[in-house]
């Protein structure tokens, strides 16, 4: 908290017009104040490239958080085990684990480059993200309809798909 008070008090002072401050001390306040905050501006900026490019994903991403809550709540409510504690703990701790792993894997594709083989892990690695709320939004939903909804053929695919990773067998057809 000190930095921010002493970079405000510093940017105060390079614009100061009351005080006699030397041209020498003004340019040191001010390349500090710029060494402090070009490492902000540059996550920021890079920040806004990348939500630029995802911005589809980012809305999925936080619909299908906010639509596993939503039945989270339902749920909970409905089997009597509903705690304002747990929810805002493990809804925490959801965001937190998916935005640190996706994070993390998309550094990772920074690093390797762009060629084909990133385009697909990238598109992998934003659906296997969605897939854990998602999954659980579906868990719930067959929890609350008894078992009837969604089919048992695909929670045996979401659940498979939790065991392996195997994503491509989630969307293959049902063999009739």
């Given amino acids: 908290?000190?930095?921010?008070?002493?970079?405000?008090?510093?940017?105060?002072?390079?614009?100061?017009?009351?005080?006699?401050?030397?041209?020498?001390?003004?340019?040191?306040?001010?390349?500090d104040w710029m060494i402090h905050l070009f490492p902000f501006a540059i996550i920021l900026k890079l920040g806004g490239i990348?939500?630029?490019n995802n911005?589809?994903?980012v809305?999925?991403?936080?619909?299908?958080?906010?639509?596993?809550m939503i039945v989270g709540i339902i749920r909970h409510l409905w089997t009597k085990s509903f705690s304002w504690l747990q929810f805002f703990g493990k809804n925490a701790l959801i965001v937190f684990c998916l935005v640190i792993m996706y994070v993390s894997l998309?550094?990772?594709?920074?690093?390797?480059?762009?060629?084909?083989?990133v385009e697909y892990f990238e598109t992998t690695l934003q659906a296997t993200t969605l897939?854990?709320?998602?999954?659980?939004i579906l868990k719930n939903i067959h929890?609350?309809?008894?078992?009837?909804?969604p089919p048992k053929w695909i929670m045996d695919r979401i659940y498979n798909f939790e065991k392996t990773g195997e994503?491509?067998?989630?969307?293959?057809?049902?063999n009739l």
């Fill in 1 to 31: 908290m000190r930095l921010i008070y002493r970079l405000f008090a510093h940017i105060i002072l390079v614009f100061s017009t009351e005080t006699k401050i030397s041209i020498g001390d003004r340019l040191r306040y001010l390349l």
């Fill in 50 to 52: 990348w939500f630029d």
């Fill in 55 to 57: 911005q589809t994903f």
């Fill in 59 to 68: 809305g999925v991403f936080f619909w299908a958080l906010l639509g596993n």
């Fill in 106 to 117: 998309e550094l990772l594709l920074i690093i390797v480059g762009n060629f084909p083989a």
């Fill in 131 to 136: 897939m854990y709320p998602i999954s659980k």
């Fill in 143 to 149: 929890i609350l309809s008894n078992r009837r909804i």
């Fill in 167 to 174: 994503l491509d067998k989630i969307f293959r057809k049902k």
